[in-house]
């Protein structure tokens, strides 16, 4: 295990020693700042029947910013190791195949994790101004956090998947980006097609992010999308091994 920290720490050096990592970084707040602005501006002094925490976390500057991040956190992953020959002597430590394809999704996930810290001050920031609540409750925080990071695991992990089957970053984020965009849609479709059974826009449901954010942002606690996203997750990391060890044997 001390072999695969030591993997995980490289990755996560790796991140904060790339400038992409920091436009990524000033990218994605300005967009949330931004986002959370209009949404202060829309709802003040207006009645709604929804808090800023809710209207934060689904609205379409949010989704955008959202959508966009992963390509450019994991495109670099593999491909720049393929391009550059650095995977060669990475191949040939006394490390499993595994562990460099954890080392890498766990540090991919680190830095996603830490793009979201400084919204939390947001949420701080409007309470210490207004003395009002910017949820309906300490749930909805946690509702909305974890729905963040079970659609992040699984978004980075099909980001990992396509840094593995190329040598170009920007190849590999297209790739990424058009699947994660993909899914994402693939929710919305219930949405703008009116004539579908209820069967069916319940199970296009079950896998709309959107849907999902409401709920969990309310505070409705689900373990569907729970089952859902860890187990893709494990589904996209078990093929990103397969090709990784594919191209391994091919070098």
Same mark, same amino acid.
């Given at each position: 295990?001390?072999?695969?920290?030591?993997?995980?720490?490289?990755?996560?050096?790796?991140?904060?020693?790339?400038?992409? %990592?920091?436009?990524?970084?000033?990218?994605?707040?300005? @967009?949330?700042?931004?986002?959370?602005?209009?949404?202060?501006?829309?709802?003040?002094?207006?009645?709604?029947?929804?808090?800023?925490?809710?209207?934060?976390?689904?609205?379409?500057?949010?989704?955008? %910013?959202?959508?966009?991040?992963?390509?450019?956190?994991? +495109?670099?992953?593999?491909?720049?190791?393929?391009?550059?020959?650095?995977i060669?002597?990475? +191949?040939?430590?006394?490390v499993?195949?595994?562990?460099?394809?954890?080392?890498?999704?766990?540090?991919?996930?680190?830095?996603?994790?830490?793009?979201?810290?400084?919204?939390?001050?947001?949420?701080?920031?409007?309470?210490?101004?207004?003395?009002?609540?910017? %949820?309906?409750?300490?749930?909805?925080?946690?509702?909305?956090?974890?729905?963040?990071?079970?659609?992040?695991?699984?978004?980075?992990?099909?980001?990992? @998947?396509?840094?593995?089957?190329?040598?170009?970053?920007?190849?590999? %984020?297209?790739?990424?980006?058009?699947?994660?965009?993909?899914?994402?849609?693939?929710?919305?479709?219930?949405?703008?097609?009116?004539?579908?059974?209820?069967?069916?826009?319940?199970?296009?449901?079950?896998?709309?992010?959107?849907?999902?954010?409401g709920t969990?942002?309310?505070?409705?606690?689900?373990?569907?999308?729970?089952?859902?996203?860890?187990?893709?997750?494990?589904v996209?990391?078990?093929?990103?091994?397969?090709?990784?060890?594919?191209?391994?044997?091919?070098?």
């Amino acid at each position: 295990m001390r072999k695969f920290y030591t993997l995980l720490s490289r990755e996560v050096r790796s991140y904060f020693y790339s400038p992409i %990592a920091y436009v990524v970084l000033v990218f994605f707040l300005f @967009l949330a700042g931004v986002d959370f602005y209009f949404q202060l501006s829309f709802m003040n002094g207006k009645p709604v029947g929804y808090s800023v925490q809710e209207a934060f976390f689904n609205s379409v500057f949010f989704w955008f %910013a959202f959508v966009l991040i992963f390509p450019l956190i994991t +495109m670099r992953l593999f491909a720049e190791e393929f391009k550059l020959g650095t995977i060669e002597p990475l +191949m040939t430590a006394p490390v499993r195949d595994w562990q460099v394809v954890l080392a890498k999704f766990f540090g991919a996930l680190v830095f996603y994790l830490i793009l979201w810290l400084p919204t939390l001050l947001y949420f701080w920031i409007f309470q210490l101004v207004t003395h009002q609540p910017a %949820a309906n409750s300490m749930g909805a925080y946690f509702g909305a956090y974890l729905m963040l990071l079970l659609l992040g695991m699984f978004y980075l992990s099909i980001g990992c @998947l396509a840094s593995t089957l190329t040598k170009n970053q920007i190849v590999a %984020a297209i790739i990424s980006f058009c699947v994660i965009t993909l899914h994402f849609f693939s929710g919305l479709i219930s949405f703008i097609v009116q004539e579908v059974t209820s069967s069916t826009r319940q199970l296009l449901g079950y896998f709309s992010a959107i849907e999902q954010m409401g709920t969990l942002s309310r505070g409705e606690i689900d373990t569907r999308p729970i089952v859902l996203y860890v187990s893709m997750t494990i589904v996209m990391l078990t093929l990103t091994y397969q090709a990784f060890q594919a191209r391994k044997w091919r070098l």
